[in-house]
């Protein structure tokens, strides 16, 4: 296996036009799928490591955007200020990804790419709108997480192509922010339901808009349009939220695995909601 270390943009682009070419990030994905895959065609593994500009966190657009590179760890950004104060959804899922080791290798775009119903950072990176910067040989387009995410380990990232940054919109700073993860453990818990919530409210306190997402309930991550329009124009208490679980719970169609079954899923579906009425 040949694996390549380019050390700017240029040199990553041509480096993923080699026959076979595959990217290395934090490889806590990769890797233990190649263990278990031994026998797996791979020519060339193609490192990120070296690559500055796919790490680091900028505002953009006079503040009103958060550019993060795809390569930053997790553990970066859980650290790093802007994330904390103005993302505190995606800090608290970044905080129950993993372990410290995991956190310290696994990288933004690594979680993205890997496509699974169950990443941690998938719900609250969708309910923030976010635009992926997605750059080949060719040149260098954006499109909507939403549209990237083709089902369980699927994406829109074409051959050659490499995630090169995350554009997250930032909410002001009233909207109310959430994540939570129900595992079967305490540490080290792949998700069995997750859900991230973005709402905002008017000043007597109404929802104007509430954007709701959960992982780990279907081939990808799932939203419920009619559980959030059954918040709109109401205030954030725990009858309200009853409502929109219930219609949450009726919608979903969960799957039975070894780590939970669909009848447990979809309650929990509903449950997850009503943590919101202590925001």
Known sequence: MNVLFPRNMPQLVKALGEPGA?????????????????????????????????????????GTVLRIGAASTHAELLAHP?????????????ATLGSPPIRNMGTLGGNICTA????DTLPPLLVLGAELELASASGTR?????????????????????????????PEPSARQHFEKVGRRDALAVAVVSLAAL?????????TSASLAWGAVAPGIWRCPEAEAALVGRKLTLSALNSAARIASSRVQPISDVRASADYRRSVTGNLLLRLAAL
């Open 116 to 119: 699974s119903p169950a990443g």
């Open 199 to 207: 709402v905002r409210t008017g000043g007597k306190g109404a929802i």
């Open 82 to 94: 802007l994330v904390r104060a103005r993302l505190p959804m995606l800090a608290q899922a970044l």
């Open 142 to 170: 954006s499109l909507p997480l939403a549209d990237f995410l083709l089902g369980p380990g699927r994406t829109a990232l074409q051959p050659g192509e490499a995630l090169t940054a995350v554009r997250v919109p930032l």
């Open 22 to 62: 595959r990217i290395l990030a934090g490889g806590t994905d990769l890797l233990v799928r190649l263990r278990a895959q031994p026998d797996a065609k791979l020519a060339t593994l193609v490192s990120l490591d070296r690559v500055a500009a796919l790490r680091g966190v900028a505002l953009e657009k006079p």
